[in-house]
């Protein structure tokens, strides 16, 4: 008896884990509009009189948290599209996207893999598309926006300077800065310069490699007598909520790594709380979308404030994540210098580590929510990219990759099908013990399980299969999921997305019906082929004897045929594929052990 609970509580358990992912974890309805304001100007952090009894460094913070930030939109310019996690909706904007840029003097970006630009007026980076990832799998579709420049509902830029609490003057929003070429690459830095009337002259030069990573090197030389005392700063700021895939499992809003811990705050947390303040040596911190990413990482030997914000400007959400260093006094003569990295664009695997090893940005992979299963994710990860560079399809990898983890466990798989075969073997002995004894329910289940144990029998031995697929199973549903590596990537056929849902649907038979079923009646061939396969498998276990037991069994593969169908179709592809694998190791074990 204690044995059959077993068994229960392990089908159930399986099965109230994975419906919980689709009940618990489901998409939510988006985050509604932000209504439309009227347009105000931005200015830059400025230095407020110190209150009595407040220090410079609090100063400082409430003028880079005070400071007024302009109304930001998204594109809609013709041959781009908003990344994920913005909105093309233009209501309330001053003008289009192509009138905004076009309204102050800009330095092109011009990259292998960015196009863009930096506007001269407050120096702000505003202006950022991603030329290899498209917004449909059409490889004609428009580019993916990342940054969109004040002017619009939507905007979300980066920007770096310099806070003075020693009546030093430093440039803002409104300043125009001289840059001494007209187009950043990868070759070709770019340096801002600008003087002000004491005579101090600030310049930031701007790097940035050939991939999404930005170096900015902060600069004041100090040809006058007196000393400056300045505070260098970088933020991130984006206007109005974005809409978010509405997935717990996936962390969409404000994220960084502080003092070596994992950070991340949503946007509804951070509105009800209304900022979140830390110090760190090293780190990183900004805004996450799903594949996209735009974050700070300041100078990882210093000890920097940071923070997370939020407040209404009007009626509308803005939010900001920012870092602001020690003083930094400048002597006659002398030169002062800050260096800052931006990272802004799409968040691969391989990069990420990349960076972190070569810049020593610590745990810059966490920008990708790889979830509780770390330790699994990355290396299936790894795995699936080692054998996609074989192979050159992530479907014929995932089920390549499904093969060798049957291996990993097919020790234990053995074991449970042997048990299995031998519970099989032993059903003429129960149906005449139920026969027997009839409707009484207990000396039924005390000699049924006493034949179990005269035949050294586990019942609950058959679970494991099952139960040992959870891990890995939820592992390669985050490795779909939440990896751009896996988005749009085809498989052959009709899936030509791996990391969307099978898009057909026995509803309109495949698509001869001029029909569009709701989401929930999307049950397509993958699914379908997936159901039937765990309903084989089952044929091919022992039944059980409790009839509760027999009807969850018999609902179950009908139940995951439905759920399964809303997943990524590399992940119904995973589990048709190893139901197969499974039948078939199951079938020739009961075959050499002469069960029918």
């Given amino acids: 008896m204690p044995d059959q609970r077993n068994l229960i509580l392990a089908v159930i358990l399986s099965v109230v884990i994975l419906l919980g992912y689709e009940l618990f974890f489901a998409k939510k309805p988006p985050l509604p509009e932000p209504e439309p304001m009227r347009q105000s100007q931005g200015t830059a952090p400025a230095a407020p009189a110190a209150s009595p009894g407040s220090g410079p460094i609090a100063a400082v913070k409430k003028a880079l948290g005070s400071a007024p930030m302009p109304r930001n939109a998204t594109p809609s310019v013709a041959g781009a599209v908003t990344a994920p996690g913005a909105t093309n909706n233009p209501v309330g904007a001053v003008g289009s996207r192509a009138n905004i840029i076009g309204a102050s003097p800009r330095v092109k970006i011009t ?210 994540a920012d870092y602001l260093e020690d003083a930094m006094t400048i002597s006659p003569g002398n030169v002062g210098i800050s260096t800052t990295r931006l990272f802004a664009g799409a968040k691969e695997v391989a990069l990420l580590d990349g960076y972190a090893d070569a810049l020593g940005i610590a745990r810059f992979d966490l920008a990708i929510d790889f979830g509780w299963f770390y330790f699994l994710t990355k290396p299936i990860f790894y795995a699936l990219i080692y054998i996609h560079e074989v192979v050159a399809n992530f479907g014929f990898a995932i089920m390549l990759l499904t093969v060798a983890i049957k291996l990993c ?115 397509g061939v993958w699914p379908l082929l997936m159901g039937f396969t765990m309903w084989l498998q089952m044929q091919l276990n022992p039944q059980p004897t409790d009839p509760i037991q027999a009807k969850l069994f018999t609902y179950m593969p009908i139940v995951f045929t439905f759920m399964l169908a809303q997943f990524p179709a590399g992940l119904v592809i995973y589990w048709a594929w190893n139901n197969i694998l499974s039948i078939t190791q199951q079938w020739i074990i009961m075959k050499r052990m002469g069960v029918a």
């Fill in 111 to 320: 990259t292998p893999r960015l196009t863009g630009s930096i506007d001269l007026k407050g120096a702000r980076l505003d202006d950022l598309l991603l030329r290899d990832y498209r917004a449909t799998i059409d490889p004609q579709s428009p580019p993916i926006v990342l940054l969109t420049p004040q002017g619009m509902i939507d905007a979300y830029y980066a920007q770096f300077g310099w806070v003075s609490t020693a009546g030093v003057e430093v440039p803002g929003a409104e300043t125009v800065w001289t840059a001494n070429r007209t187009t950043l690459t990868p070759n070709d830095p770019v340096t801002l310069t600008w003087t002000n009337e004491q005579g101090l002259e600030f310049s930031q030069t701007i790097s940035i490699d050939h991939d999404f990573m930005f170096t900015v090197q902060q600069k004041i030389s100090n040809p006058t007598t007196t000393s400056a005392t300045v505070h260098p700063y970088g933020y991130v700021s984006r206007r109005s909520t974005p809409p978010t895939t509405g997935y717990v499992v996936l962390h969409e809003g404000l994220i960084g790594v502080i003092d070596g811990t994992l950070r991340e705050i949503s946007y509804s947390d951070i509105k009800d709380d209304g900022k979140a303040e830390n110090i760190t040596t090293g780190g990183w911190l900004g805004f996450t979308d799903k594949y996209w990413l735009a974050a700070l990482a300041p100078d990882q030997k210093k000890q920097v404030s940071v923070r997370f914000t939020h407040h209404l400007d009007n009626t509308v959400d803005k939010y900001q």
């Fill in 409 to 523: 466990f097919y020790p234990l798989a053995n074991k449970s099908y042997v048990a299995m075969s031998k519970m099989r073997k032993l059903q003429p002995e129960i149906v005449k013990l139920r026969e027997r004894f009839g409707e009484d329910k207990v000396k039924l289940n005390t000699e049924t399980m006493a034949l179990y144990k005269r035949s050294s029998v586990n019942p609950a031995a058959g679970c494991l299969p099952v139960i040992i697929q959870i891990p890995v199973f939820f592992a390669l549903y985050k490795v779909l999921f939440v990896t751009i590596e896996m988005r749009h990537a085809p498989f052959f056929g009709w899936i030509q997305d791996l990391s969307v849902p099978d898009p057909t649907s026995m509803f309109n038979l495949f698509g001869l019906l001029p029909f569009d079923p709701p989401n929930f009646m999307m049950i």
